[in-house]
């Protein structure tokens, strides 16, 4: 073998096993990240701020509730219609100016409808209010035909000072508060239309709404999960919580779940696997589905205070449990 050949052959040698070293070592940092030390949440209540049922305040197709952890509070979605949410805050007595972090599920409108608003509104008592966006890797997406309203958001509103945070993995916001990223969809829970397709360099693809994220906070009792449309499914969230964050139990599920046109089939295999994970209370707001709840509390053996339809106003905390909306009781 001539002298070159030989160098060559060696440096392509050194450089396989190079990568495989490299590799092993961000497998090893992914790892020490999981194994990270637990840290739960010591106060945290849930108030629902936009879902269909209402007895106080405005109800439409849409969600949003107002996440108070450990003297933090994060908006989590922020409802449909420009005004509903800041309408329905104020009617409930609540003070949204002092939240500087907004929560985005997902692109759809029935989600972030009334940012713009309240940044407009409330910017003028505290300029940092909802100064801060954490959404998922996707949210941006070109969708074929339709226009994706969040690209034009994010234009007028970094315009206006506001940063955009794109998560492409679970990621530790606050101490036990957890943003998932977008979840792997291992089961087959299609929850969503499939009429969008999303735009590639490569052609089109459908649009699964891969950016669907979840927040979840850690306690003493386990995880609550909080959802916005459940277009990732709830299992497949749950999966990838316990995968990617902690194996911890999920005992509180409140949101949107996207049942609402669940076979009883399926609603069944659901059920086992709530079970499974130890769900013991459920919120089941926006398009959970009515019916879908009920089949749900039945079928995993649940009072009616323990798994309820979400209502406007309704609330969860650590200590008092689910407080039910009067036209949910
Ligand atoms: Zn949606
Ligand atoms: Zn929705």
Known sequence: MKPIKFTVLLLLIFSVFYLKAQQEKSNFTQQTSFNKKRTTVSSLKITTLSTMLANRGLGEWGYSALVEVDRKKILFDTGS????????????????????????????????????????????????????????????????????????????????GVEFIIYSNQHELFPGVWITGPIERIHEERNWSGNVQIKTDNGTIEDNIP??????IDTEDGFVLISGCGHAGIINTIEHVRLNIHEEKVFAAIGGF?????SDEHLKWTADKLLEFGVSKIIGAHCTGINSLYMLRTMLNMSRSDAVVGSVGDSFDLKNGIQAGYIAR
């Open 258 to 262: 996207h049942l609402v046109n669940a």
């Open 81 to 160: 219609k420009p005004e509903t949410v800041l309408k329905n805050a104020k009617e409930l007595g609540i003070d949204l100016s002092d939240v500087e972090d907004v929560f985005l599920s997902h692109n759809h409108r029935d989600h972030t409808g009334g940012l713009l608003t309240l940044r407009k509104e409330l910017k003028k008592v505290n300029p940092k209010a909802l100064s801060r966006v954490h959404v998922g890797m996707g949210i941006f997406s070109h969708r074929e035909d339709r226009e994706n309203h969040m690209l034009s958001m994010k234009k007028e509103l970094e315009a206006d």
């Open 211 to 216: 950016e669907d994220q979840s927040l979840v």
